[in-house]
């Protein structure tokens, strides 16, 4: 068994909590960002919940998709309202490219965080604050491209609801930069997709992955079209982090060959190879559902060997 999967399964059995720990391990849980791709990932945390797992974690990384995600999961609210992922007044509503006719974001952050996390899915805003496992949401500085955790800037919930805005602000699609704590932030996509490199570096000694897509350490490719455009939005809005667009796809290939080489306490959950491709704009709510049951499907299967009761410990 993978030395995560057992570290799970002591933890399970000892109900051991956050800050009260018998062991000297760190486990982190990190989420893939990629927008609608990461209803896989929306269905593989609602597995998690399911088994009453939150509590076995230290901390949790998210970025992008995969911050929000991340939240609904600290929160334990994943399953309650994981109808959000097919639900047309949310997810026709966040990402309209209508919306560029009434001069408003394509993928509409704010709208999300605002307004569907309040109305339509209630995230527990004020049980992530409270919570002792800790929500590291990544984000991007606007001004010089640094890859940023912005744990330590969430004290209360009007600064958690910037961070969640911040790590999901993709460039072209969603807007200005978001302010946080006097700085610019922009999607953490551009510097980390895959925040594992992040979780090891705060001492992360097991690390569970979930992923948005199969992993490769091929170097990944952009469209051309694609690339100009947000190279010149970028020019134009976020000049001093330009250069991380640019410098993307070798950022990714790096982190998959990290994971790749620290197999051994990173343990990477991933869609099948034959799973549906699903862009980052994709709003179609069979298609949404479907990539949430294939998530659930792929993470019981992965937790298959454990010895655990199929419901939530809350």
């Known amino acids: 068994m993978h030395p995560t999967l057992e570290l799970i399964q002591q933890r399970y059995e000892s109900n051991s909590l956050p800050l009260h720990r018998t062991d000297d391990a760190r486990l982190a849980l990190v989420l893939e960002g990629g927008s609608s791709r990461a209803a896989y990932g929306g269905g593989m945390v609602g597995v998690l919940e399911d088994y009453g797992l939150v509590d076995v974690f230290d901390a949790v990384y998210g970025t992008s998709a995969g911050a929000l995600n991340a939240a609904w999961f600290v929160c334990q609210r994943a399953n309650a309202n994981m109808f959000?992922?097919?639900?047309?007044?949310?997810?026709?509503?966040?990402?309209?490219?209508?919306?560029?006719?009434?001069?408003?974001?394509?993928?509409?952050?704010?709208?999300?965080?605002?307004?569907?996390?309040?109305?339509?899915?209630?995230?527990?805003?004020?049980?992530?604050?409270?919570?002792?496992?800790?929500?590291?949401?990544?984000?991007?500085?606007?001004?010089?491209?640094?890859?940023?955790?912005?744990?330590?800037?969430?004290?209360?919930?009007?600064?958690?609801?910037?961070?969640?805005?911040?790590?999901?602000?993709?460039?072209?699609?969603?807007?200005q930069p978001v302010e946080l704590a006097g700085r610019r932030f922009i999607d953490g996509g551009m510097t980390e997709n895959v925040p594992v490199e992040t979780a090891l570096a705060d001492g992360a000694t097991h690390v569970l992955v979930i992923r948005t897509k199969a992993p490769s350490i091929e170097l990944p490719a952009t469209n051309k079209y694609k690339q100009r455009v947000v190279t010149r939005w970028m020019e134009k809005h976020t000049p001093g982090s330009a250069h991380t667009w640019e410098l993307r796809n070798r950022r990714?290939?790096?982190?998959?060959?990290?994971?790749?080489?620290?197999?051994?306490?990173?343990?990477?959950?991933?869609?099948?190879?034959?799973?549906?491709?699903?862009?980052?704009?994709?709003?179609?709510?069979?298609t949404l559902k479907r990539a949430v049951d294939i998530g659930k499907t792929t993470m019981q299967a992965a937790l298959a060997p454990l010895n655990l009761d199929q419901r939530s410990r809350r």
């Open 84 to 175: 959000g992922w097919w639900e047309p007044e949310s997810m026709k509503s966040i990402i309209n490219f209508c919306n560029v006719l009434a001069r408003k974001p394509i993928v509409d952050g704010d709208y999300l965080i605002d307004y569907v996390y309040q109305n339509i899915t209630h995230m527990g805003f004020d049980d992530i604050i409270a919570s002792d496992v800790e929500y590291h949401a990544i984000a991007t500085d606007a001004d010089t491209g640094e890859n940023v955790d912005l744990h330590p800037f969430i004290t209360d919930v009007p600064s958690l609801k910037k961070a969640m805005k911040a790590t999901a602000r993709i460039p072209v699609l969603s807007g």
């Open 252 to 286: 990714k290939q790096e982190i998959e060959i990290l994971m790749h080489e620290s197999s051994d306490r990173v343990l990477q959950v991933a869609p099948p190879a034959d799973a549906p491709k699903i862009s980052m704009v994709n709003s179609n709510t069979q």
